[in-house]
């Protein structure tokens, strides 16, 4: 497959190519193996890159009670400049990134899961990744002399690869079913840090940092309740801790004209961010003549603010009321 986004320059162009192989192989209904290569090559990058993928899994005897042991490897890789990256541009020049490396992430993973009677199923995982690479929007000073030979002091942003960083942490799954009724939960547990800064990274992150806007904790709970005609859900979820800008008093200085806000100088405005509860509910009635009626409320406790950060403003509560028709 090949696809082509365009560069921070008018009329210029970059592609990428490749192609890839996978095998599957199962034993005895209960090993499981899977391998796979992937080649990939852009424009402008000398030589392929090599994206193999490995995995197994085992599988107990059928029975009432079913455990899994799972584990793979496997390697990934995004291009520079794509155009969700475009989209990040303001009106503030840009200084050309056409020296920046590909993102890649590598790493191995393993987990359990078991499954009771189709009553109860738990899955619990283990990840361990490294990035390299990692693209960041970074701040330099562009100063602009007027024709009074003033000086004008701005700032531009420039795309730069941060370097290494390591992603370890645990996920965890279960869902509980009796009757009509089925609870479902997750967890997530995240360390993401800096392992090190590449020789041309001029931002605010050092190596021992914590990575910024990477919730350390996310938390969903859920309940639902299926009869015959209806159902109804409720649920909860909640990201924590995370360390980002304060950015309401970075917009203040910036107004203000100051502009003694990059590299190094950033790290003063970091905070910690609590997160914010959010609380959805649905609830769907089949009707008569293939109509369904459904009302879902977004939002419930009316949380507008506090992430990703402290001047971004998120819709309120919010009620949805639909009547489908479906039609054989």
Do not use: C
Request: glycine share 10%; no cysteine; charged share 20%.
């Amino acid at each position: 497959a090949a696809a082509s986004t365009g560069a921070s320059q008018p009329g210029t162009w970059r592609s990428n190519s490749g192609f890839g192989g996978q095998v599957n192989a199962a034993l005895f209904g209960q090993l499981f193996l899977t391998g796979g290569m992937r080649l990939e090559r852009a424009t402008n990058v000398v030589g392929l890159s090599r994206l193999p993928m490995l995995g197994a899994a085992w599988v107990s005897g059928p029975g009432a009670v079913t455990l899994k042991l799972r584990g793979a490897y496997g390697k990934g890789i995004r291009w520079p400049q794509t155009t969700v990256r475009e989209t990040l541009r303001e009106w503030t020049p840009h200084v050309n990134t056409d020296s920046l490396a590909p993102e890649e992430q590598s790493g191995v993973e393993g987990g359990v899961d078991l499954v009771v009677a189709r009553a109860l199923t738990l899955q619990v995982t283990h990840f361990d990744q490294v990035a390299r690479g990692l693209i960041q929007r970074v701040g330099v000073p562009y100063d602009t002399v007027l024709a009074n030979g003033d000086v004008k002091r701005r700032i531009a942003y420039r795309l730069q690869n941060v370097g290494v960083i390591t992603n370890r942490g645990w996920e965890l799954q279960g869902v509980a079913r009796h009757g009509p009724l089925a609870l479902a939960g997750t967890l997530s547990l995240v360390d993401s840090r800096v392992q090190k800064v590449a020789q041309t990274y001029t931002g605010d992150l050092r190596a021992g940092d914590r990575m910024l806007d990477v919730p350390a904790r996310t938390l969903s709970l859920s309940a639902t309740w299926s009869a015959a005609r209806w159902s109804a859900t409720v649920g909860a979820s909640r990201a924590k801790d995370w360390i980002y800008y304060d950015r309401l008093t970075l917009a203040e200085l910036y107004a203000a004209g100051n502009r003694d806000m990059t590299g190094v100088m950033l790290r003063r405005y970091w905070v910690t961010y609590p997160g914010v509860t959010r609380l959805r509910a649905a609830v769907t009635s089949d009707l008569y003549y293939g109509f369904s009626l459904s009302v879902v409320g977004e939002n419930l406790l009316d949380e507008q603010t506090g992430e990703p950060d402290n001047v971004t403003v998120l819709p309120g509560r919010t009620i949805v009321l639909a009547l489908r028709r479906v039609f054989d």
